[in-house]
């Protein structure tokens, strides 16, 4: 069974820095797409990045774009988000999703999704 | 930036149809992909690719998109299906979600 879990977050000064991971289990870590979303507190989801099966191509939301890094490594079967310049907006929970795709069209869904870690942006 | 509309709220009896419309420019042109999420739990995959079901969804839920509007519908709902919906689809590389939608079954 797919299994993905983060780790990393907690409590973070604005404009400083914070480190995510996503361990992953149970499928082939290189066949995938992988990708951050967040979820502030009471509101809808957002997408924050996405890494390519090989690292080649990443993506990001433009609220994060320049402040937080995506990464993965395959020999681990983890992926992670440095988080940098953080700002109370920043706050919310943070879900490692897997991304599955059909033909050209990649990434697609989500189709597998961690329990989420919460992060807090506080002076 | 792209963007999805979707209603707020939809309320629906029990054992009645709730539909729930997520809207966007050419949204037909693109693939809509549709999440659950329950009160403190991680969003759930329900449809991809407009109208396929994962396994292990059942069949009461149903997608649709066409004219600017892809849609989810849910026949026969049951108070279990009472949870948030997003739709979701791609701007280029970019994933936009819908705002949500929160289902009440009373």
């Not at chain 1, 390519?52 to 490594?73: A, H, L, M, P």
């Not at chain 2, 054992?15 to 403190?40: D, M």
Request: charged residues 15%; proline residues 5%.
């Amino acid at each position: 069974e797919e299994h993905l879990v983060e780790s990393g977050g907690g409590l973070g000064q604005p404009g400083g820095s914070l480190r995510l991971s996503c361990a992953t289990s149970g499928f082939n870590f290189t066949d995938y797409w992988m990708s951050w979303v967040r979820q502030a507190p009471g509101k809808g989801l957002e997408w924050v990045a996405n890494i390519k099966q090989d690292g080649s191509e990443k993506y990001y939301g433009d609220s994060v774009e320049g402040r937080f890094t995506i990464s993965r490594d395959n020999t681990k079967k983890l992926v992670s988000l440095q988080m940098s310049s953080l700002r109370v907006e920043d706050t919310a929970v943070y879900f490692c999703a897997r991304a599955d795709c059909s033909g050209t069209s990649c990434p697609g869904w989500f189709d597998t999704w961690g329990p989420g870690i919460p992060v807090t942006v506080s002076s | 930036s792209y963007e999805l509309t979707q209603p707020p709220a939809v309320s629906v009896s029990p054992g009645q149809t709730a539909t729930i419309t997520c809207s966007g420019h050419n949204l037909e042109l693109k693939f809509v992909y549709w999440y659950q999420q329950r009160p403190g739990q991680s969003p759930v995959l329900v449809i991809f690719q407009d109208t396929k079901r994962p396994s292990g969804i059942p069949d009461r839920f149903s997608g649709s998109n066409s004219a600017n509007t892809a849609t989810l519908t849910i026949t026969g709902t049951q108070a279990f299906d009472e949870a948030d919906y997003y739709c979701q689809a791609w701007d280029g590389t970019t994933a936009v979600f819908g705002g949500g939608t929160q289902l009440t079954v009373l």
